[in-house]
């Protein structure tokens, strides 16, 4: 039986110059996994902890003792795990660190180790890491489909010094017949919107905010970024909704100040912000809202669920976690999960927390965060669930590009013979 025979983590930097962890996972037949941790921004409150170091160094975000976790009790603990079994991989994981949240050793430092082990058993087998995820650890048919990219092309929010309250607008090429097309329908719509924001707003318009979308610079609210990108897609030759619809991440928990929206110079409640939405549904091609409100109000989720037909997205709600996705299900709290791996710090349970999302016929969106680096187990994670969705930010910057690029890979492995769901992203995973 091949055997892990080394586990060493290092301290690393993630896209915005804070230490994350990079994990190497050795096996015995010299076959090496490697696995970088990326870190949020907008962060959920019940989100598994990463664990930091405090005190002066790096502002008190180094990761040191996770990456001593990871070197000493976990290289010990993982060495009798039979890496190829990814279950129980994860229940080792999970018994070294019971406490709620992963806290005590840190969900950053689990997770490397999780990651790691699959990229590293994924080589040993000489497979794939989507082909081997999706048939050796969540044992689905090998039929594959690439998703529809949400790209993020302007970035507010927590994201970007300006005044856009909304965290990211999003654009998916829905009339792309190939994921390559609808990459290029992105990278088109991108650069004429770069081009058409600097006429406007001068030089400073060029800047990128977290994620790679535009900074947002001049731009003055929610409808006049949504009108910037609107133009941008008619002028880069493509006709929207038919060929490319808008997504927004409201992330509204950020909003959220004495019980009111602070939005667009106004302080809306939430039946009032619901109807602000209802709006935007209406005139523009908005077909996927993630977080419309903030992290507990699964009440005022459920109620915008009653009024809308579009896709509603819950991410600081559920965090990834199969128990409140239980609950955010029962609600009625939305109609698709975002899946972040380091939310919940496991691979298994961000699988769980999929599947669970899919047999309650909700769609997933597999998600990067805002803090990366160029590791692209997200990719092949999404071709491996069939999920149809992924958001990794605006198509610029390696930390985002390198996922886009993955999938190309992926692509190409695949001869083109994948699905791409096109105008179907909220359901075509029924098929997968
Ligand atoms: P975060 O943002 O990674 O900063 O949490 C991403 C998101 O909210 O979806
Ligand atoms: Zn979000």
Request: overall charge negative.
């Amino acid at each position: 039986m091949v055997k892990i025979t080394s586990i060493r983590a290092l301290e690393i930097l993630d896209s915005r110059g804070n230490p994350t962890l990079m994990t190497k996972v050795a096996l015995s037949d010299g076959t090496t996994g490697v696995a970088k941790v990326p870190s949020g921004a907008s962060t959920g409150i019940h989100e598994a902890v990463e664990l930091r170091d405090g005190g002066n160094r790096y502002g008190g975000k180094g990761v040191t003792r996770a990456v001593k976790n990871v070197n000493t009790v976990l290289a010990k603990t993982m060495s009798s795990v039979d890496p190829l079994k990814q279950k129980s991989v994860d229940d080792t994981l999970l018994e070294a660190d019971p406490s709620k949240g992963k806290g005590k050793l840190g969900a950053n430092a689990i997770l490397s180790v999780s990651m790691a082990t699959a990229v590293a058993a994924a080589s040993h087998l000489e497979m794939e890491l989507f082909e081997y995820l999706r048939k050796n650890v969540i044992s689905k048919t090998a039929k594959y489909q690439l998703p529809v990219p949400m790209s993020n092309v302007i970035n507010g929010g927590a994201h970007a010094g300006n005044d856009l309250a909304i965290q990211e607008f999003m654009i998916l090429p829905v009339g792309a017949k190939t994921y390559p097309e609808g990459v290029r329908y992105l990278s088109e719509v991108y650069h004429t919107l770069g081009t058409r924001m600097i006429k406007r707003h001068g030089r400073m318009a060029k800047h990128v905010g977290d994620e790679g979308g535009y900074c947002g610079y001049g731009l003055k609210g929610t409808i006049d970024a949504f009108e910037e990108i609107m133009g941008a897609i008619e002028e880069a030759g493509y006709t929207p909704k038919k060929d490319v619809v808008l997504g927004i991440d409201a992330a509204a928990s950020g909003l959220f100040k004495n019980g009111k929206y602070a939005i667009d110079g106004k302080n809306l409640d939430a039946s009032e912000l619901l109807e602000f939405y209802l709006e935007l549904e209406k005139t523009f091609p908005l077909q996927t809202v993630e977080d419309p409100f903030e992290e507990e109000a699964f009440a005022d989720f459920a109620e915008y669920m009653k009024k809308t037909r579009i896709q509603v997205v819950t991410d600081d709600l559920t965090v990834s976690n199969p128990e409140i996705v239980h609950r955010a299900i029962e609600e009625k709290a939305g109609n698709a999960l975002l899946l972040k791996v380091n939310q919940i710090g496991s691979v298994t349970e961000a699988i769980e927390a999929a599947t669970i999302a899919n047999k309650a016929d909700w769609g997933v969106v597999v998600s990067h965060r805002s803090g990366e680096t160029g590791d692209t187990f997200i990719a092949d994670l999404c071709v491996a669930l069939g999920t149809g969705q992924l958001k990794t930010g605006g198509p610029a910057r390696s930390d985002r590009v390198e996922k886009y690029n993955r999938l190309l890979e992926i692509y190409d492995v695949l001869d083109g013979k994948c699905g791409y769901p096109g105008s179907d992203f909220r359901t075509a995973w029924r098929n997968y």
